[in-house]
């Protein structure tokens, strides 16, 4: 993996601000010899909103990160990136799946949409929807009522839908786990919140335990050596509808 570095975090089940040292030690080790970086956010279920925004700020220098918005256009937040790449613009592939869901969702459309990565694997999950805790008073529990939803850059809706990879990469599943392989999504789940347009159904979730037999990291180095090519790589930041 010479010249390739992939920044995960220590515990992989959250998105979190725990990359964002090891991709400033990488950088600062390996400088110019660094060809590009895997980010792998497959089965990644996500974490709170501002990690979400420090992930992807981390790799843009400008622009809308997200969006959030509620039935009334008053309620609209958006989350801008600040300048500064901390990988100084190098190539960029994000790894998701079936189980990359919410803040992992997030990070993939916002480079996706700013083509600043090449977004790899499988559909995501679909987790586009904001919930607020109401608390009901001492002793009396909370609430949770759903109030938002969770927008791209150039204003697709994640919601029931997912994102849809610029390489789609299926991985072999072996004979004994495909009768339990998982393709949950959130718009099969009883009482989701309706996507607005045509909902998606779940993808592939499998990730091979042996990085040996990893399609999806295999074609994301190969891409990078230069061993394969495809259109989606590298990305064309000049081109983005979100800029």
Partial sequence: MSGIRTP????TSRVACAPLSAIAEITA?????????VVDLRNNPGGLLDQAISVSDTFLEKGEIVSTRGRNADETQRFNARPGDLTKNKPVIVLINGGSAS?????????????????????????GSVQTIIPLGSGNGALRLTTARYFTPSGRSI????????????????????????TTSEATLRGHLQAE??????SQSY?????????ALHMALDLMRGTQTNPAYPPKPNQAAAN
Avoid: W, Y
């Fill in 8 to 11: 995960r975090s220590p515990t």
């Fill in 29 to 37: 080790q390996d400088g110019d010899k660094l060809k590009g970086f």
């Fill in 103 to 127: 803040a992992s969702e997030i990070v993939a459309g916002a480079m996706q949409d700013h083509k600043r990565a090449t977004i790899l694997g499988t559909r995501s999950f679909g987790k």
């Fill in 159 to 182: 919601q029931a839908k997912g994102i849809v990879p610029d390489i789609e990469v299926l991985q072999d599943v072996p004979e004994e786990l495909k009768a339990r392989a998982d």
């Fill in 197 to 202: 347009g045509q909902e998606q159904t779940g």
């Fill in 207 to 215: 990730v091979p335990p042996d990085a040996k037999n990893d399609k």
